[in-house]
């Protein structure tokens, strides 16, 4: 109703409701009783404006700052004091817009949005633990893994019958020493799981100098890769939902990651394998494809409405959570060009092509799991 009293008086109130969301009836109500409003005659027995300012100085001291009026009152009381009763100070605050939780709290912790980044394999990876049901009630199996988020591949994997730091230490030292990824290059993200945050776990990575990193609580964005990798597990129709023992977990485990690395095809990497990623052998292949639709395109150009077909791009940058762009809007004067519009969409997607490495015949092997 405020908004309403305040806008221009010649706009259309139909308008006005319509935007508002206010009905019409309440409009008139409100503007009725503004009318009928008589201001309140100041009481004989009201504060003068010292006794009111005597009031708040006594509230503002550092003696009753963080005090509801009630403490404050019967504080002063016990003192010998009487300065005004609990309902006045609450309506001399109301008139400072003071009226508000005065009692010192514990604040509540407020946990930095993380925003990594990612332009090349090993650079960040993250980790994530979760549960396998067993055939027997209440028995699990854990499954800890560890993704690298540009390549999408799993570097590492372990089946273990507990959940515990010293398990989460010994995996995640496995597989550093494995890739051999040099110390100051890699930031290691994961939620905050009691095997993520632990001691034994910030140490070892203070030991490796590997970056750590946390979700906020309750936050499952903050991690999304892992969280859909173990979807993609878990609905894949191979998986059998529950395991008479750890062996039989292992051997799924051995299986499913060797076809996800190197068989499965990625919707978020150009629907490339993680393994051509992740040995940088991206480019290649889509090349290989480009030429295959290139040559599809000369043979029949009629089976392509929109001509040409473009070639696949992988993107430069992965992100968690990416910072955000402020908007800034076109100007007037200028208008892009379909292809300029084109490749300031590419850029700010992330879409921008990677320069192609030096060919070799010889392809490496994508590496595996440890478990």
């Not at 409009?27 to 708040?56: C, F, G, H, I, N």
């Not at 776990?201 to 309750?218: E, G, K, Y």
């Not at 051997?251 to 393994?275: D, K, M, Q, V």
Request: net charge positive.
């Amino acid at each position: 109703m405020k908004a309403m009293a305040s806008t221009d008086s010649s706009v259309p109130l139909l308008s006005l409701c319509t935007a508002l969301k206010v009905s019409r009836a309440s409009v008139y109500r409100d503007r009725k009783e503004r009318a009928q409003a008589k201001p309140r005659p100041k009481p004989k027995r009201a504060l003068s404006a010292d006794e009111r300012a005597t009031v708040l100085e006594a509230l503002h001291s550092d003696e009753f700052v963080d005090r509801a009026p009630a403490e404050v009152v019967h504080t002063l009381l016990a003192q010998g004091k009487y300065l005004a009763s609990e309902r006045t100070m609450y309506r001399i605050l109301a008139d400072s817009d003071e009226v508000r939780e005065r009692r010192k709290q514990r604040k509540h912790v407020v946990y930095a949005r993380p925003e990594l980044m990612a332009t090349a394999p090993n650079q960040v990876w993250s980790w994530d633990i979760t549960r396998l049901r067993t055939t027997r009630k209440w028995e699990y199996l854990y499954l800890y893994v560890i993704m690298d988020i540009f390549s999408r591949m799993v570097v590492g994997w372990m089946v273990a019958k507990s959940e515990t730091a010293a398990l989460a230490h010994q995996f995640i030292e496995d597989t550093v020493t494995k890739h051999g990824v040099r110390p100051g290059t890699l930031v290691l993200h994961a939620d905050r799981g009691s095997q993520m945050t632990s001691k034994a776990v910030a140490n070892l990575l203070v030991d490796l100098d590997i970056n750590q990193s946390h979700s906020r609580p309750q936050v499952s964005n903050d991690n999304p890769f892992s969280e859909a990798h173990f979807k993609t597990m878990k609905y894949h129709p191979s998986f059998p939902g529950k395991f008479v023992v750890i062996d039989d977990a292992v051997i799924f485990c051995r299986s499913f990651f060797a076809w996800y690395n190197t068989e499965h095809r990625h919707s978020g990497i150009a629907y490339l394998t993680p393994c051509d990623v992740h040995e940088g052998r991206a480019d290649k292949a889509l090349a290989h494809r480009h030429e295959v639709k290139m040559a599809a395109w000369r043979a029949h150009p009629e089976r392509f409405p929109r001509g040409a077909p473009r070639r696949d791009q992988l993107a430069a940058v992965v992100y968690i959570n990416p910072p955000a762009l402020p908007v800034v809007p076109p100007s007037p004067s200028s208008s892009p060009s379909n292809t300029e519009r084109s490749e300031v969409g590419a850029t700010m997607m992330g879409m921008v092509a990677r320069p192609e490495p030096p060919s070799s015949d010889s392809e490496p092997s994508c590496p595996g799991g440890n478990h």
